[in-house]
Nanobody, 114 residues
Framework: QVQLVESGGGLVQPGGSLRLSCVVP????????MGWYRQAPGKQREVVAV??????TTYVDSVKGRFTISRDNANTMYLQMNSLKPEDTAVYYC?????????WGQGTQVTVSS
């Protein structure tokens, strides 16, 4: 089963920064949507940011102005997270919708704590 490969999580103090990376295998073509989700303990998974193909990048209100989603030409997607808050603590998952299929990363833990 094809899976996205994430990296970059960890423990950071409030106000700090982290950058998550997600490598999308080249076997996945015709990408329609790329994005990041997160799931905090006891909560449902929520969308953080998405890049629709040919569309406008969107963010959940709680991260606007602090997080930036991007991708490079080498099929790698990033989530730059600045001014992190304790409520950003969650497992973060990268996501791709392509060829009528959903692809997920394995998840990476982000903990914001002093």
């Amino acid at each position: 089963q094809v899976q996205l490969v994430e990296s970059g999580g960890g423990l950071v103090q409030p106000g700090g920064s982290l950058r998550l990376s997600c490598v999308v295998p080249r076997s996945i073509a015709s990408i329609n949507v790329m994005g990041w989700y997160r799931q905090a303990p006891g909560k449902q998974r929520e969308v953080v940011a998405v890049i629709p193909s040919g569309g406008i990048t969107t963010y959940v209100d709680s991260v606007k102005g602090r997080f930036t989603i991007s991708r490079d030409n080498a099929n790698t997607m990033y989530l730059q997270m600045n001014s992190l808050k304790p409520e950003d603590t969650a497992v973060y998952y990268c996501y791709v919708y392509a060829d009528r299929r959903n692809y997920w990363g394995q998840g990476t833990q982000v903990t914001v704590s002093s």
